[in-house]
Structure formats: structure tokens, C-alpha cells
Nanobody
Framework: QVHLVESGGGSVQAGGSLKLSCVAS????????WGWYRQVPGKERELASS?????????TYGDFVKGRFTISQDLNKNTLYLQMDFLSPEDTATYYC??????????????WGQGTQVSVSE
């Protein structure tokens, strides 16, 4: 089991920045990919960014990111980050940290955090 705890959400004005953190504990050695997803009530969850250790370290960003977000990871601290800049009201959502076990299909994440709310005002 991998336990994930997000933090760093909050309320900002359009154009502002936030940095989300996700601390992992438990069997972190079993995870080969880490990601940030977001979800708005009534809409499907969408990928913001991911980093895959078993896919040659591939970093992926959702189409809506458009160069505004940066994913990073501190393996010594078992922490995943998402730096979000130039935020717009359309970025308002609950952001979830996720981890995928090694050997699983790329799009299937096995562990999820509780989410952190990001609210962006005009």
C-alpha cells in the first residue's frame, strides 16, 4: 500500500501561482509512476501531469497545461510537487495525487490521495 497526502491548495487570483505537494508513505518502492489529476464536480477527472520511472522517466502534461505547470519529485523526501503558474479560473478544481504500481498499464493508477482544493478567482 502507498499512502498519499496532498497539501498546498488554496485560493489565488488569476495569474497567481500555487505549489502542490504530495507526501508518499508505505510501499513507495512498489510505485513506478506518479501523477497529478484534477476534477471538477460533474466532469471527468483529467490528467494534469505525470512522471513515469518505468517509462524512461517520461513526463507528461495535459493539453490544458500549455507550459504553465511543472512536475517534480524529491525521492529523498518521497514527495511529489506540482508548481502551477499563471493560474486561471478554469484551473479551479480538486487536485489529486496518484501513484501507479510497477507493471500496471500506464493509465491505471492504484493509489490516490484525498485531494486538495484549488480555487482561482478573476
Amino acid at each position: 500500500q502507498v499512502h498519499l497526502v496532498e497539501s498546498g491548495g488554496g485560493s489565488v487570483q488569476a495569474g497567481g501561482s500555487l505549489k502542490l505537494s504530495c507526501v508518499a508513505s508505505g510501499s513507495t518502492w512498489s510505485a513506478c509512476a506518479w501523477g497529478w489529476y484534477r476534477q471538477v464536480p460533474g466532469k471527468e477527472r483529467e490528467l494534469a501531469s505525470s512522471i513515469s520511472r518505468d517509462n524512461e522517466g517520461t513526463i507528461t502534461y495535459g493539453d490544458f497545461v500549455k507550459g504553465r505547470f511543472t512536475i517534480s519529485q524529491d525521492l529523498n523526501k518521497n514527495t511529489l510537487y506540482l508548481q502551477m503558474d499563471f493560474l486561471s479560473p478554469e484551473d479551479t478544481a480538486t487536485y489529486y495525487c496518484a501513484a501507479r504500481r510497477c507493471g500496471r498499464p500506464i493509465a491505471i493508477y492504484d493509489y490516490w490521495g484525498q485531494g486538495t482544493q484549488v480555487s482561482v478567482s478573476e
